[in-house]
């Protein structure tokens, strides 16, 4: 396959707090990101859910989502996603649905079937009752049938609507997969495949995901065709010298994560004072290595092969960057710098 040209590009959000910085200034930053992807160009704005985590204001990607539906206009909006697991499958379709109505047809709702969190955390999301117990493939089925009103014959819950009613506000689903399942999945229910190359940064699987995705897909009203989205880390800055600094944090703080600590998200000053053991130094090392570095045209050479090489409609990337000024720069460098390669690629030798 091809790579289209251009190369659609979206942004996933994971909603930093640096160190020194407030929960409210974070999700204020947040929004500003969002209106900067739009006004760059950028096809959607996820946010990612996450728990028990110090450095991540993305708990509840519904509000953030719901706060930059009244700062954007064009930009789809969506989760990246919901960790299904740990919610009730008529909230998650009444949120939705409520989400649609406030930013009508440019809300996706990404679906994933890992907590977001560590072992207890998300037994005291799911509570005495228990959502855990409850199938991946289960909870996707009612939430197909509150969200689009259309019960299989003899279901318990028949009847039930999910507010607010209306046609057309149940979004596109899409079902995130960091390995085969979630492609059989994505494929049965005819959604889209978001893939987690920055979670495993294994190029082959995920191709092999893709391929078989699209030999099974099943077409839907939302997907007449199958789409395939691939997420990848990135960190970038006008050189290479400077995205390798601006890279440091995001080592540091996934080595604290390896360790259970909550902690704020860490400035480059602070990663750059760290007291690394050299095991600790190898291992922040190696998260840094699942990221894409560099200045804008190495980035953007490396995101054309990925998407090239996994087979991806498009490429949605997560800007690891803590400073929110940087951050909204990035966004730009990273626009500018892969379409500048398409215009070089078209330009007859």
């Given amino acids: 396959m091809s790579v289209s040209s251009p190369l659609p590009l979206s942004v996933l959000d994971l909603v930093p707090v640096p160190l020194g910085s407030s929960a409210a ?190 030999r099974a897909f099943e077409p839907s009203d939302a997907f007449p065709e199958s789409r395939v989205l691939v997420a990848a880390s990135v960190v970038t800055a006008p050189t290479a010298e400077e995205a390798e600094e601006l890279s440091l944090p995001l080592g540091l703080m996934f080595l604290r994560l390896t360790r259970g600590e909550s902690a704020p998200y860490p400035t480059v000053a602070e990663a750059k004072a760290y007291p690394y053991t050299p095991q600790e130094r190898a291992l922040a090392d190696s998260m840094r290595r699942r990221a894409i570095i560099g200045d804008p045209a190495t980035v953007a050479a490396r995101l054309h092969a990925l998407a090239r090489d996994t087979a991806a409609d498009e490429l949605i990337i997560s800007l690891n960057i803590p400073d929110p000024a940087q951050r909204r720069a990035s966004l730009k460098l990273v626009m500018d710098a892969v379409r500048a390669q398409e215009a070089r690629d078209l330009t007859p030798a």
């Avoid at 204020?28 to 160009?41: F, H, I, M, N, S």
């Avoid at 679906?111 to 072992?119: E, H, I, K, Q, S």
């Avoid at 009613?165 to 995130?176: T, Y």
């Fill in 25 to 214: 200034e974070s999700v204020e930053a947040a929004l500003a990101y969002a209106k900067a992807a739009e006004d760059a160009g950028f096809a959607r704005y996820w946010v990612a859910e996450h728990h028990n985590m110090g450095a991540l204001a993305s708990s509840v990607p519904l509000a953030v989502l719901s706060a930059a539906s009244q700062r954007t206009s064009r930009i789809r909006l969506g989760s990246g996603g919901v960790m299904l697991p740990n919610h009730a499958p008529l909230a998650v379709a009444e949120g939705y649905r409520l989400l649609s109505a406030l930013a009508p047809d440019r809300v996706d709702l990404g679906l994933g079937r890992a907590p977001g969190t560590d072992g207890r955390t998300a037994r005291a999301l799911r509570g005495a009752q228990g959502l855990m117990e409850e199938s991946f493939e289960r909870q996707l089925s009612d939430l197909i049938a509150f969200g689009t009103g259309q019960y299989p014959a003899g279901h318990p819950f028949a009847g039930t609507v999910a507010a607010p009613a209306g046609e057309g506000l149940f979004p596109p689903l899409w079902i995130l997969s960091s390995s085969g399942y979630g492609a059989h999945v994505a494929a049965k229910v005819g959604a889209g495949l978001a893939f987690a190359w920055h979670i495993n940064p294994d190029t082959a699987q995920a191709r092999a995901a893709a391929d078989a995705y699209r």
